[in-house]
């Protein structure tokens, strides 16, 4: 049995960040061999919160950062130097951050100023285009270099580490938190008045916040989803709207008067994944989304160039489909239409584990520590 009392600290600030940390913090407050102390940084507020809320997770420490407005510079200010009296006051044996944000980047560094290892929950991803998720591929680099566990949740994700000078014995691969999460939060039972509205047509789950998507590619990517729509009588779109008022300007710009398409508020995370569990298929950008819809037999096309998760498109879950107005709509129409190709992505294997990888991150940190 590990020393006891062996303090782990757990840093997220936004939404995805905390649906894939909650269920470890709950793994990790089961060990008795380990203390587990939880700090939010805020960089999504209201977000952050209502998943704090669905998992039942009270945090010991609470930066509150965010702003009206707030930049980049901003994000990293106010964590490196919030961060630095937390640690101070704390002294834990490991810092634990999370994948790719600007809190996990500012935590990170943070704590290897200070002295104080660095555990990299979802480490490993890659697209090797720098600006490709801008600022998250650089965050999510410049994390692993300064880590002395990383935790891979596939075998790519783990190759890639080793490939760029990892030493094997501090790579493990877990399997990803954000699939724990769902063996909690989706429900046979599950009913809400927004599903009501789409029960007499095929659902399709919309989300779209990514910054480098701002602008001109988001336009373009809505008009084609417009355009389908219409093409496609029983199609029916939700789309809860990032907080972002210039995802929402765009929204309302190329969606108006569409009486198949909902523009709704974010959904907390309990509902989200019951959505996404009862929708036909998914348009996304995100992250998390391309690791959470094959466990629920769900086709995604990805509004992006680049993925950081290439075992979903190698394992035939996902689909990149860009920008482009006219690519989009190919893309859409044809798994609209194509219903040899809708079978193959909602049955595929799920390459992001078994729900069980927080098991296995506190197993680790138990032996090790």
């Not at 789309?239 to 995802?247: D, E, F, K, R």
Request: charged letters at 25%; one cysteine or more.
């Amino acid at each position: 049995m590990a020393e006891a009392n062996k303090k782990v600290m757990l840093v997220f600030g936004t939404r995805p960040e905390a649906i894939k940390m909650c269920p470890l913090v709950i793994e990790m407050k089961q060990r008795r061999s380990l203390r587990t102390i939880v700090c939010v940084t805020g960089q999504h507020r209201e977000m952050l919160d209502s998943v704090l809320q669905a998992f039942g997770v009270t945090p010991d420490h609470d930066l509150s950062i965010m702003d009206s407005g707030q930049t980049l510079f901003d994000i990293t200010q106010k964590v490196m130097s919030g961060m630095r009296d937390v640690l101070a006051a704390e002294h834990p044996d490991i810092v634990l951050v999370h994948g790719d944000t600007t809190t996990t980047f500012s935590a990170a560094v943070a704590s290897f100023y200070m002295g104080i290892p660095v555990g990299h929950v979802e480490a490993g991803l890659r697209t090797y285009n720098i600006r490709s998720p801008f600022p998250e591929e650089f965050n999510r680099q410049a994390v692993d270099i300064i880590s002395d566990f990383s935790f891979a949740p596939t075998e790519t994700s783990r190759e890639n580490l080793i490939r760029e000078g990892r030493k094997p014995e501090t790579v493990y691969v877990t399997g990803n938190t954000g699939i724990d999460a769902l063996r909690t939060t989706v429900r046979s039972d599950f009913t809400h008045p927004e599903l009501s509205w789409a029960q007499d047509c095929r659902l399709v789950m919309l989300t779209a916040h990514r910054r480098e998507n701002l602008g001109e590619p988001m336009s373009r990517f809505f008009r084609a989803i417009r355009r389908v729509v219409d093409e496609f009588k029983d199609l029916k779109v939700i789309y809860p709207v990032h907080l972002n008022p210039t995802v929402l300007q765009t929204a309302e710009k190329e969606f108006a008067g569409h009486d198949r398409i909902r523009l709704i508020p974010p959904l907390d995370v309990l509902p989200f994944h019951n959505f996404l569990a009862q929708s036909y298929l998914i348009l996304t950008d995100s992250g998390g989304i391309q690791e959470e819809a094959p466990s629920l037999g769900k086709p995604v096309l990805v509004l992006r160039d680049t993925t950081e998760r290439p075992e979903g498109e190698a394992a035939g879950t996902l689909k990149l489909v860009g920008t482009d107005e006219n690519a989009v709509y190919e893309g859409f129409r044809q798994l609209v239409t194509d219903k040899v190709l809708y079978e193959a992505m909602s049955k595929a294997s799920n390459p992001y584990g078994d729900g069980f990888a927080s098991k296995r991150i506190a197993d680790i940190l138990e032996e090790k520590l």
